[in-house]
């Protein structure tokens, strides 16, 4: 029944309500009745050239797992979902779906909702137990060590255990997850949600080492050795008043306040708290976004939101035609909780008093011509208690590799945003399941993984 989309719309499962949600730090998304789920994958045309395929970087096989879905067949669906990505229940959930915007049906309707099935094939899977430990059947005697525990470590792990080699996992901070711990918040992601999976990769067999910082020495004790140490060095914003107190990198309060919600305990001295605040937010992507949704819950008195491109258009224009990704205007669930947004202000210079800042100085700027002009007589100034850099990262500790992934060491292996740049959880787990093919070939001669 490939004509199904003609009767059905496209229906999302929706957010908790705002007044409700704001008071705590457990997921917005509500999840979808699987009933829904299973009409929303009747939507899918099962195109003969499955663009959302190609716009998947894990290669996801959509339409074959969508038509399992509403067949009932669900365990045949997340068997093969679980053919292409290691972390479907983290995809399902904040992956910004590359796909969808590759959906033939997107041509001149709304797309499926190919995140949210995802979401639902793998958590009936959980819920109805067929997601179980499956520890490879023989091991090859061959070590690998990974370093790094986000999504790019923890999936090149998983499939070099899958491939019987005996692989360890360093992780410098005291729990396993990168930024999918420290980084995304809570209410997007309940850490729940990784432990689970955690825990059956131990019952794999994989070792997991926390509070250990590897240098580059350890080969010696590995047969290989992975390098998936994220990429976390921040850009700053250098303008007079920087130093004045009140002015934090986003990570550095994202992951605070994610440490809190785990139950951690800040000192006071440390503790970096928006309550009563008026909170600016520089950088309008999607940690600032984060920020601005960790704000208002800790009772942020006011959020503005800044950022120094012009704001982008609301539906797809023809810089970016079908099937590409487009920048359009994005409105998170944590935008829908309070933010007043202004695009095309640049800052200028940080004000204060007492050494604390109080005031930033901004000014309008213009791109018509191809390059960032200010605006004469645009000057303005936006009050501030608080201020958090959320403008980006830099490339200063990537490291290069061939085609293989390998480094310029032999054996020494690297892969998600240590070799890419900072990027998405999506492009982690492609990268570090393709350093695992290159590991295993690399160790054995040959590889049965797949490439991708
Ligand atoms: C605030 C924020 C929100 C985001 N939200 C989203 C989102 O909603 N959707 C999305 O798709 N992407 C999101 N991203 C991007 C995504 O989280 C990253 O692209 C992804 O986690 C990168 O994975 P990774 O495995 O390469 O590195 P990371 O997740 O950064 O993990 C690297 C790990 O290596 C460890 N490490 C580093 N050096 C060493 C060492 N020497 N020894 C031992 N351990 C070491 C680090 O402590 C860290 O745990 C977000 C990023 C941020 C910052
Ligand atoms: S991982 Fe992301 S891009 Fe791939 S199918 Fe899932 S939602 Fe789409």
């Known amino acids: 029944m490939v004509k199904e989309f003609l009767r059905i719309n496209r229906r999302s499962g929706g957010y908790r309500p705002v007044c409700e949600r704001v008071k705590d730090y457990k997921e917005v998304a509500l999840p979808r009745p699987e009933a829904d789920s299973v009409e929303q994958g009747l939507r899918c045309m099962d195109c003969g050239t499955p663009f959302c395929h190609w716009g998947c970087p894990l290669g996801n096989v959509i339409p074959e797992w969508n038509s399992l879905m509403s067949a009932g067949k669900w365990e045949k669906a997340v068997e093969m979902l679980s053919s292409t990505n290691n972390l479907p229940e983290v995809t399902g959930r904040v992956c910004p779906a590359l796909c969808e915007s590759a959906c033939v049906l997107g041509i001149n309707d709304n797309p499926i909702t190919i995140r949210e099935n995802e979401l639902a094939i793998i958590e009936h899977a959980f819920k109805k137990g067929f997601i179980k430990a499956d520890p490879p059947k023989a091991r090859t005697g061959k070590r690998v060590a990974v370093i790094g525990s986000g999504p790019a470590g923890l999936s090149c792990a998983a499939q070099l255990n899958s491939a019987g080699h005996t692989v360890t996992v360093f992780e410098k901070a005291d729990r396993i997850g990168g930024l999918m711990r420290y980084g995304i918040p809570d209410f997007k992601l309940d850490k729940s949600v990784l432990d689970r999976r955690i825990k059956l990769w131990k019952e794999e067999g994989i070792e997991f080492k926390t509070g250990v910082a590897v240098n580059k020495d350890i080969k010696a004790d590995f047969d290989a050795v992975c390098f998936a140490g994220g990429s976390r060095v921040p850009r700053d914003l250098k303008v007079n008043g920087r130093e004045l107190k009140g002015i934090y990198f986003a990570m550095d309060y994202l992951s605070q306040s994610n440490r809190l919600a785990a139950g951690d305990k800040i000192s006071d001295g440390d503790l970096v708290s928006a309550k009563g605040k ?47 990704y487009p920048l359009l205007l994005k409105t998170t669930s944590s935008h829908e909780e309070g933010v007043e947004r202004r695009w095309a202000v640049l800052t200028k210079k940080f004000t204060g008093s007492d050494g604390h800042i109080t005031r930033l100085q901004c000014v309008r700027v213009d791109f018509s011509t191809g390059t960032m002009k200010e605006v004469p007589g645009t000057v303005f100034e936006v009050q501030a208690d608080l201020v958090l850099l959320a403008i980006g990262f830099l490339r200063d500790d990537n490291l290069e590799t061939d085609d293989n992934f390998m480094t310029k060491n032999d054996g020494v292996f690297c892969c998600g945003d240590q070799r890419r740049g900072q990027s998405l959880v999506v492009h982690a787990i492609s990268e570090g399941r393709q350093a695992a093919y290159h590991i295993d070939r690399f160790l054995m001669g040959r590889s049965g993984l797949p490439k991708l």
Do not use: F, H, Y
């Not at 940690?287 to 959020?303: F, I, L, P, Y």
């Not at 800044?306 to 704001?311: N, S, Y």
């Open 278 to 324: 008026r909170v600016v937010v520089i950088g309008g992507g999607d940690t600032g976004s984060d920020c601005v949704g960790t704000a208002n819950r800790q009772g942020a008195k006011c959020v503005v939101q800044l950022e120094v491109m012009p704001q982008p258009p609301e539906c797809r224009d023809e810089r970016c035609p079908w099937p590409k």
